[in-house]
């Protein structure tokens, strides 16, 4: 029956049965109408849209698809009631909406026999303009029923009403979007900034560099993240530090090309598993892999400086809510540069203090050193012990031999020196030329001799 007609056009046979159907249409228009009065997101409008059509026409499957003009990537969808066994069937229901819009195909009904590449393989939709921008499809399928011009005139019903609450919910949806995105950059410059006035501080690299993948955790949604060097004589990447694992299973290593970590290495490229540990490229810290979290999402990006690979930064989630996603993935890659400036750095400031034959602390250093060691000893009252040391003879060595054999000397001497002291407490220098000294906080004089003593003998 033509729904469209006037009344006074209604055969007076017709006219009791017409007016059924028009109030049918009226309380269809009715519920859509209340439906976007109280739904005011587009997930939540569609969904209760789609659900009042299925109900409407009595059909297995309700699809809908908004889409922009312009920017063709920027599209909503939402089916409900396909066969969850059928993985490409809510593909394929899109690609026949999505081409429903593209093409400009307004209104179609198809009452098909055989079977189809698409389904559901019986189905009416209604292409509709939105807005300048926004356009839309609305779908209802079933194989159980033979569609008509009766059923597309009330699919048209429901888009009329809804069109205005789509571009509504669509915009806001946008928006929001593009707030989260904001928030998203103004926490990676705010991330940069606080990193870069690190980068002017004395630190040590691992220092520095596990303090940046400390805030780094803030801009991305990860519960774990490690750092592993590269040794280019072993050919092997180890774990330097982990947060958020047990050191004890950090401690795996890895060939380069071997597991996530190396095939980023290798390929000098970030690499984002979103399957985690269930990607093939993944080797387990541990073949016992019961009461261990299963890894659901991870990322692995490529320390590379002056073109020589350094290491590899691993962010990971035992979370199925938290995963890193492809634009956090730009973000780590300016963690990564950032921690190769520091990487440089700390280089750079190695040199400006070591000795270049034999790897000890320069005078200039130790001179520093010694100041705040002395006032460090003066406020807290604890001992302080200088060592001095002097290669007997070794003027007549060099022009013996030749400074080859005494650069050989000096560097053999500054190996046991380096080999005497405690690490991180005291500081081990050269003078210049045969003089080298040691600075020994909190040992007494007593102290100093047994060290001193026990250097001598070695030597």
């Known amino acids: 029956?033509?729904?469209?007609?006037?009344?006074?056009?209604?055969?007076?046979?017709?006219?009791?049965?017409?007016?059924?159907?028009?109030?049918?249409?009226?309380?269809?228009?009715?519920?859509?109408?209340r439906i976007t009065d109280r739904c005011k997101n587009l997930v939540s409008l569609s969904s209760a849209t789609?659900?009042?059509?299925?109900?409407?026409?009595?059909?297995?499957?309700?699809?809908?698809?908004?889409?922009?003009?312009?920017?063709?990537?920027?599209?909503?969808?939402?089916?409900?009631?396909?066969?969850?066994?059928?993985?490409?069937?809510?593909?394929?229901?899109?690609?026949?909406?999505?081409?429903s819009v593209t093409f400009e195909a307004g209104e179609e009904i198809a009452n098909r026999s055989q079977e189809s590449a698409v389904r559901p393989a019986d189905y009416t939709l209604a292409s509709f303009p939105i807005s300048e921008q926004l356009c839309g499809c609305l779908l209802?399928?079933?194989?159980?029923?033979?569609?008509?011009?009766?059923?597309?005139?009330y699919l048209r019903a429901i888009v009329s009403q809804i069109d205005n609450g789509l571009e509504h919910?669509?915009?806001?949806?946008?928006?929001?979007?593009?707030?989260?995105?904001?928030?998203?950059?103004?926490?990676?410059?705010?991330?940069?900034?606080?990193?870069?006035?690190?980068l002017g501080k004395d630190e040590d690299f691992n220092?520095?560099?596990?303090?940046?993948?400390?805030?780094?955790?803030?801009?991305?949604?990860?519960?774990?993240?490690?750092?592993m060097s590269y040794d280019r004589e072993r050919d092997e990447l180890k774990t330097e530090f982990a947060i958020g694992i047990p050191f004890t299973r950090s401690q795996i290593k890895l060939k380069l090309g071997e597991g996530l970590a190396g095939t980023a290495l290798k390929e000098g490229r970030p690499i984002?598993?979103?399957?985690?540990?269930?990607?093939?490229?993944?080797?387990?810290?541990?073949?016992?892999?019961?009461?261990?979290?299963?890894?659901?999402?991870?990322?692995?990006?490529?320390?590379?400086?002056?073109?020589?690979?350094?290491?590899?930064?691993?962010?990971?989630?035992?979370?199925?809510?938290y995963s890193v996603t492809p634009d956090e993935l730009a973000a780590l890659e300016v963690v990564t540069q950032l921690i190769g400036l520091a990487w440089q750095k700390q280089r750079l400031y190695q040199i400006s203090i070591k000795d270049?034959?034999?790897?000890?602390?320069?005078?200039?250093?130790?001179?520093?050193?010694?100041?705040?060691?002395?006032?460090?000893?003066?406020r807290y009252e604890t001992a302080l012990s200088?060592?001095?040391?002097?290669?007997?003879?070794?003027?007549?060595?060099?022009?013996?031999?030749?400074h080859l054999a005494g650069n050989l000397v000096l560097r053999e001497f500054a190996g046991v020196l380096n080999d005497s002291v405690r690490f991180g407490v005291d500081i081990a220098a050269r003078f210049g030329g045969e003089e080298f000294a040691l600075i020994l906080p909190g040992t007494s004089v007593d102290g100093a001799l047994v060290v001193a003593e026990r250097i001598r003998k070695t030597i």
């Open 50 to 99: 789609l659900k009042l059509a299925r109900k409407f026409f009595k059909c297995e499957v309700a699809a809908i698809l908004v889409t922009d003009r312009v920017a063709r990537h920027r599209q909503f969808y939402l089916a409900i009631g396909l066969d969850e066994s059928d993985k490409d069937a809510s593909f394929r229901l899109k690609e026949l909406m999505h081409k």
């Open 272 to 321: 984002l598993a979103s399957r985690g540990g269930k990607d093939v490229r993944f080797v387990p810290y541990d073949n016992n892999v019961e009461n261990i979290p299963s890894i659901v999402n991870m990322a692995c990006l490529p320390l590379i400086v002056e073109d020589k690979p350094m290491g590899v930064l691993n962010f990971s989630s035992t979370e199925p809510d």
């Open 207 to 227: 220092s520095l560099c596990q303090r940046i993948l400390e805030s780094a955790m803030h801009l991305v949604d990860v519960n774990r993240c490690s750092f």
């Open 386 to 402: 200088i060592v001095m040391f002097d290669i007997d003879y070794f003027k007549k060595f060099n022009d013996k031999y030749g």
């Open 140 to 153: 209802v399928g079933s194989r159980e029923k033979t569609w008509d011009e009766e059923d597309l005139h």
């Open 1 to 33: 029956m033509d729904l469209t007609r006037k009344l006074v056009d209604v055969p007076a046979s017709e006219k009791r049965l017409f007016l059924k159907k028009k109030l049918r249409e009226l309380q269809l228009v009715y519920k859509v109408d």
């Open 169 to 198: 919910a669509f915009l806001k949806q946008k928006y929001q979007r593009s707030r989260t995105h904001a928030a998203r950059e103004t926490r990676k410059l705010s991330f940069v900034y606080e990193i870069s006035l690190s």
């Open 356 to 378: 270049e034959l034999t790897g000890m602390y320069s005078f200039r250093f130790f001179k520093t050193r010694l100041q705040e060691e002395m006032h460090r000893a003066s």
